[in-house]
């Protein structure tokens, strides 16, 4: 058998506009690489229980657009940009944009690299953001402790409300 | 520092003593004094974290002379938790799933590779096992 593959998902920030995920995935990376960019492949994993993808359309060229949108009509949260890089298996740059009612991010850059170890694959997940504060408005969604914490308090003002 | 609002909750929400105090409040408004009692710091200290939480929005004070009273704002936190949507369990909760998706697309591959005459049957099969959106 195989050594076991650490697939704990790191995130570090290593400046001050990036924020950095990598995953190891028991898989060769020309798989790894489709499961991340067709729409056959996306619809069977990608989104979330209580806002599963609705409409997943990608366009993969240089210059072609893709658009995620997740969750009900009345709330939906999209994702959408523009591939700016594609080089299959290895890497694919995007830009992106998360939108939801009330709300639209600012456009960031996502840069993912698909490396081969022994038929495995590291994905390492590039987020560079234009500014600081857009950056740890991302960031803080992804802190736990914060996102916890959250969860806790706002299970009390529900109860207050 | 940034004014945008959401990065100021986010940063508030960052200190555990601040979320201590936020916990407390969510249990009904008290004085700056009746908040200080349970931490081991000094009131100056207390309010400075007060006074980052009522930056942020999260709480407000009373005008009375005396006894300012906190209370927990409702409408901020509502606000953050549309925007929050938890990134590290979004992400961990889908590559797990893709972990187990991968499963399937090797195992399609290598079905594929050992008998490259039934790629028909398969094909079929994949179409009929796509999920569709919505």
């Keep these: ?161 | 520092m940034s004014s945008d609002p959401l990065s100021l909750t986010f940063a508030a929400l960052a200190d555990p003593t601040r979320r201590a105090i936020l916990s407390r409040l969510a249990l009904g408004e008290t004085s700056v004094m009746e908040l200080a009692e349970p931490f081991d710091m000094s009131l100056p200290a207390i309010s400075k974290h007060l006074k980052v939480l009522e930056r942020a929005g999260l709480i407000s004070r009373g005008r009375e002379a005396q006894w300012r009273p906190c209370r927990i704002e409702p409408a901020r936190f509502k606000q953050a938790d549309g925007w929050l949507g938890d990134f590290r369990r979004f992400w961990d909760e889908n590559f797990n799933r893709l972990d187990q998706y991968l499963e399937e697309m090797k195992a399609d591959e290598a079905l594929k590779a050992a008998s490259p005459s039934k790629r028909n049957v398969r094909s079929k099969k994949e179409k009929s096992n796509g999920r569709k959106g919505g």
């Excluded at chain 1, 893709?66 to 009509?73: A, W």
């Design chain 1, 1 to 161: 058998m195989d050594a076991k593959v650490d697939k704990t998902l790191k995130i570090t920030t290593p400046s001050e506009l990036e924020i950095v995920m990598t995953r190891m995935f028991e898989a060769p990376r020309h798989l790894v690489f489709d499961a991340m960019t067709k729409p056959e492949h996306l619809q069977r994993w990608f989104g979330c229980e209580q806002a599963p993808l609705r409409i997943c359309e990608i366009d993969l060229r240089v210059g072609g657009a893709y658009r995620f949108v997740m969750g009900p009509p009345d709330s939906e949260c999209t994702l959408q940009g523009i591939y700016r890089e594609i080089s299959r298996p290895e890497l694919v740059v995007f830009t992106e944009r998360f939108s939801m009612p009330g709300f639209t991010g600012s456009e960031y850059r996502v840069a993912t690299t698909f490396e081969d170890i022994g038929g495995k694959t590291k994905m390492t997940t590039s987020i560079l953001h234009s500014s600081k504060e857009a950056r740890d408005g991302h960031l803080a969604g992804i802190d736990q402790g914060v996102s916890t914490a959250y969860d806790r308090l706002a299970a009390f003002v529900e109860s207050q409300a």
